[in-house]
């Protein structure tokens, strides 16, 4: 059985439930929970729209990468490490933002699915979760 460890980036709100990391590192890889647009220093656990930066999909589609990047090199990764990354997000007119956006964080291709879906925190336009290859 592989070590298991719960990842928490400081600083970064919006887990919603004591039971939910911000990441799970096993086996090699890093397990990023979804993220939304979560406000940076917030509580760990809030109400669900409290944490949620509110602004247009592209402000909303970067908070929720910069605090992805943060979770990723807590866990010693980093987007260059990305194996696949699942994206949900409310209205199909934010899919051209939403990949011009990624397009600064991730700089080659990647694995990906695209879902629109409603999601929870209401607010939310956008949520992303990754898996990553720890480096050795």
């Known amino acids: 059985m592989p070590n298991v460890e719960a990842i928490n980036a400081s600083g970064i709100s919006g887990s919603y439930s004591e039971t939910t990391a911000h990441a799970t590192k096993a086996g090699g890889f890093v397990f990023v929970t979804g993220q939304c647009a979560s406000k940076p220093g917030g509580d760990f656990t809030m109400a669900l729209d409290e944490g ?8 909303q589609t970067a908070r929720v990468l910069d605090n992805i990047k943060a979770i990723l090199e807590e866990a010693g990764s980093g987007f260059e490490h990305v194996v696949k990354r699942n994206v949900y997000i409310t209205s199909e007119t934010d899919f051209a933002p939403v990949y011009k956006v990624m397009e600064r964080y991730f700089k080659t291709g990647v694995a990906s699915t695209g879902v629109i879906a409603g999601l ?8 992303i979760d990754v898996i990553a290859v720890v480096p050795d």
């Open 52 to 59: 949620v930066e509110m602004g247009g999909i592209e402000e």
């Open 120 to 127: 929870l925190p209401f607010s939310a336009r956008i949520e």
